[in-house]
């Protein structure tokens, strides 16, 4: 089989749950960003939220991304690690009941990893991230034959966390690379951009040909405060570059070219989990469709739009996903 999309990320279980702003004060987490923290941490914080209301679901960075370009209609496979125990069986099932291609669980001591997700009445998103057996993807876990055979592959950059599920990145990059495969790659999120800042840069300069950002961390990347020069030097770097700017909606470019605005789709925002991921399965989509840069930009608009209208990281059941229709119910 082929795929449109072949991504490869942290496999991770998400927890989300409802708080107060005053939570997130109270613990000092940085509000809207993402915390790598203990199995024994994580599950003093589950504690307090004992009988209250939340969300158990697969998730991830790019396996969202993957998902919702299947919900779109394409053919994706997902590359990461879960155990055999009661998250990682969840996880398998879920990806496996939507046709996502899946290797399914791991017979190893560490168990699956998990996100509890606290989400504030803004609706922001704080990600408190234990790793599990996520953290150890290696670069034996990445399938040639399953790589070769996409037409795009997806990695985000919450691997660069550790050395060899960094590893495991490169080696699909460069499988990709050899087979005249796009490289599409997110940032994923500030922390990662200010933490292995040089090495992200050698990454897209040299390996990547499609870069997903938010403004935050393209001003993170190019050192600048200045949302337009940080987006030109990531142009200039990855050859094409999406960044999204919250209500702002998002830009999109080729090196060289001028910037495309395009404008965030009007919809009462719940839970901003996963808008950034989803809006990377829109754009993603409609390239492999053919579709021009603003036209891609749109999909991924909607798709954003569409996944913070609800709790969790996936597109609403009530979502459609007519290419054509999405196009005309943009509004300039």
């Given at each position: 089989m082929?795929?449109?999309?072949?991504g490869i990320?942290?496999?991770?279980v998400?927890?989300?749950?409802?708080?107060k702003?005053?939570?997130?004060?109270?613990?000092?987490?940085?509000?809207?960003?993402?915390?790598?923290?203990?199995?024994e941490?994580?599950?003093?914080?589950?504690?307090?939220f004992?009988?209250?209301?939340h969300?158990?679901?697969?998730?991830?960075?790019?396996?969202?991304?993957?998902?919702?370009?299947?919900?779109?209609?394409?053919?994706?496979?997902?590359?990461?690690?879960?155990?055999?125990?009661?998250?990682?069986?969840?996880?398998?099932?879920?990806?496996?009941?939507?046709?996502?291609?899946?290797?399914?669980?791991?017979?190893?001591?560490?168990?699956?990893?998990?996100?509890?997700?606290?989400?504030?009445?803004d609706?922001?998103?704080?990600?408190l991230?234990?790793?599990?057996?996520?953290?150890?993807?290696?670069?034996?876990?990445v399938?040639?034959?399953?790589?070769?055979?996409?037409?795009?592959?997806?990695?985000e950059?919450?691997l660069?966390?550790?050395?060899?599920?960094?590893?495991?990145?490169?080696?699909?990059?460069?499988?990709?690379?050899?087979?005249?495969?796009?490289?599409?790659?997110?940032?994923s999120?500030?922390?990662?951009?200010?933490?292995?800042?040089?090495?992200?840069?050698?990454?897209?300069?040299?390996?990547?040909?499609?870069?997903?950002?938010?403004?935050?961390?393209?001003?993170?990347?190019?050192?600048?405060?200045?949302?337009?020069?940080?987006?030109?030097?990531?142009?200039?770097?990855?050859?094409?570059?999406?960044?999204?700017r919250?209500?702002?909606?998002?830009?999109?470019?080729?090196?060289?070219?001028?910037?495309?605005?395009?404008?965030?789709?009007?919809?009462?925002?719940?839970d901003?989990?996963?808008?950034?991921?989803?809006?990377?399965?829109?754009?993603l989509?409609?390239?492999?469709?053919?579709?021009?840069?603003?036209?891609?930009?749109?999909?991924?608009?909607?798709?954003?739009?569409?996944?913070?209208?609800?709790?969790?990281?996936?597109?609403?059941?009530?979502?459609?996903?007519?290419?054509?229709?999405?196009l005309?119910?943009?509004?300039?």
């Amino acid at each position: 089989m082929s795929y449109d999309l072949v991504g490869i990320g942290n496999a991770l279980v998400d927890i989300e749950v409802r708080v107060k702003d005053d939570f997130i004060q109270q613990y000092k987490f940085t509000k809207g960003g993402m915390t790598l923290t203990s199995l024994e941490d994580q599950n003093k914080l589950l504690e307090e939220f004992d009988g209250a209301a939340h969300k158990i679901s697969s998730g991830g960075s790019a396996a969202n991304t993957v998902h919702g370009m299947r919900v779109l209609g394409a053919n994706t496979y997902y590359l990461g690690r879960v155990a055999d125990d009661r998250y990682g069986k969840h996880y398998t099932e879920d990806m496996q009941s939507c046709g996502v291609g899946f290797p399914g669980p791991d017979a190893a001591d560490t168990g699956t990893g998990t996100c509890l997700i606290l989400v504030t009445p803004d609706s922001e998103r704080t990600m408190l991230t234990n790793l599990g057996i996520s953290c150890e993807l290696h670069p034996d876990n990445v399938d040639e034959t399953i790589v070769k055979t996409a037409k795009t592959v997806y990695i985000e950059g919450y691997l660069w966390t550790g050395d060899e599920t960094r590893a495991a990145a490169i080696k699909m990059a460069d499988i990709a690379r050899k087979n005249r495969i796009p490289v599409a790659f997110t940032l994923s999120d500030a922390f990662v951009a200010n933490t292995f800042k040089e090495d992200l840069l050698d990454f897209i300069r040299w390996k990547t040909d499609i870069l997903f950002c938010n403004d935050v961390e393209a001003k993170a990347m190019a050192d600048s405060e200045d949302a337009e020069k940080a987006f030109d030097k990531l142009k200039h770097l990855a050859g094409t570059v999406f960044m999204t700017r919250g209500k702002e909606g998002s830009w999109v470019g080729r090196d060289g070219d001028d910037t495309i605005a395009v404008n965030a789709f009007t919809v009462k925002a719940v839970d901003t989990t996963g808008a950034g991921d989803l809006y990377a399965a829109g754009a993603l989509y409609g390239l492999n469709q053919g579709l021009s840069l603003k036209e891609s930009a749109i999909i991924g608009s909607y798709c954003a739009a569409q996944v913070v209208t609800h709790f969790g990281a996936r597109m609403p059941a009530h979502s459609h996903t007519d290419i054509k229709k999405i196009l005309e119910s943009y509004s300039e």
